[in-house]
Structure formats: C-alpha cells, structure tokens
C-alpha cells in the first residue's frame, strides 16, 4: 500500500526556516518523480517544486525559485522540502505526492506551516 506522511511542520517567524519531510512506504521514491504541493487558506492548490526518478532534475515554481529547495534520501525513501526566508504568504498545508506520468496520484495527508510574529 503506497503511504506518505509528511512532517517538520509548525509555526515559525518570518524570515525562519522550516524543512518539512515526507516519508515514503509501498514503493521505491527513485522509481518516481515525487513533488511538493501547498493549499493556502481560501485558494487552491500551487504546485512548488518536482524532484524526478533519478534524483538530477529539480524544478521548481518561479515564486518559489531560490527560497526553497527539493531533496530526497533514498536509503530513507523520504523526501524534503527546506524552506527558507518564510513569509506570511507561504502560510499553507504543504502536501507531497508521488507523480506518475503527468499525474499526482498519491497525496500524503498534509502539514501545516503558518508563518507569523
């Protein structure tokens, strides 16, 4: 059974950090692409970064370019997201997802991350 759950959520200042983990089971993280996907309050979802099977493209929003960066580790079949610079608008639920082809098809159950003083 493919399971994700992500974790490293909370709330942080603006200016912190957060590195925010998703924890694979079912299936292999180098076998598929994986990606990071946040729901701020009263909007949809915003696709932010993709990290693909094999680990060498990363590829991220534009909005988010430079502020936040993609990994894995295999060996844990877990994968990250670090986040730096946080603003109050990067107040979301932050869900990672398994990607097959052009399609999300597993979705882990989310973490909140509210960023305010």
């Known amino acids: 059974e493919v399971q994700l759950v992500e974790s490293g959520g909370g709330l942080v200042q603006p200016g912190g950090s957060l590195r925010l983990s998703c924890a694979a089971s079912?299936?292999?993280?180098?076998?598929?692409?994986m990606s990071w996907v946040r729901q701020a309050p009263g909007k949809g979802l915003e696709w932010i970064a993709t990290?693909?099977?094999?680990?060498?493209?990363?590829y991220y929003s534009e909005s988010m370019k430079g502020r936040f960066t993609i990994s894995r580790d295999v060996a844990k079949n877990t994968v990250y997201l670090q986040m730096n610079g946080l603003k109050s608008e990067d107040t979301a639920v932050y869900y990672c997802?398994?990607?097959?082809?052009?399609?999300?098809?597993?979705w882990g159950q989310g973490t909140q991350v509210t960023v305010s003083s």
């Open positions: 997802a398994k990607k097959r082809d052009t399609v999300l098809d597993y």
């Open positions: 990290i693909n099977w094999n680990g060498a493209g990363l």
């Open positions: 079912g299936f292999a993280i180098d076998d598929y692409a």
